[in-house]
């Protein structure tokens, strides 16, 4: 310290210096650095909670609407067997007409319970 001419420029001499005492303070910067820090984790974490928030009440949305869809369903296929005897009455529908459209339908049904038990097939491990 006397080396550096700290005393230069002054009506001083240093003649010596006694350190009785040293007081290491806080890092303020660092102390603020990670005030900051914590502080963006928490502003992270509202946004995220609110994200999964959101998606949840949008999965209960859609799970109200598939159950909405799947009872129009239900009353549209109310309506078929009215209006089957509505055309015919109306004679726009004859039995040979009717027992094709239910050969039809039993087509579809078979051929969607072959593919189902073929799915399951697959699903299932074979033990050899």
Request: glycine share 4%; proline share 2%.
């Amino acid at each position: 310290v006397l080396d550096r001419g700290l005393d230069a420029g002054t009506a001083f001499e240093i003649l010596s210096i006694d350190i009785a005492d040293v007081d290491v303070g806080e890092n303020i910067g660092a102390q603020l650095q990670i005030k900051q820090a914590e502080a963006d984790k928490q502003i992270a974490q509202a946004r995220a909670e609110e994200r999964r928030a959101m998606a949840r009440a949008r999965e209960a949305e859609m799970k109200a609407q598939v159950v909405e869809m799947r009872a129009r369903v239900v009353e549209a296929e109310a309506e078929v067997p009215k209006a089957m005897a509505e055309a015919f009455r109306n004679g726009n529908l004859g039995v040979m007409d009717y027992y094709k459209m239910k050969n039809v339908v039993a087509d579809t049904e078979m051929r969607s319970s072959i593919s189902k038990m073929e799915e399951d097939s697959k699903e299932a491990p074979s033990s050899d």
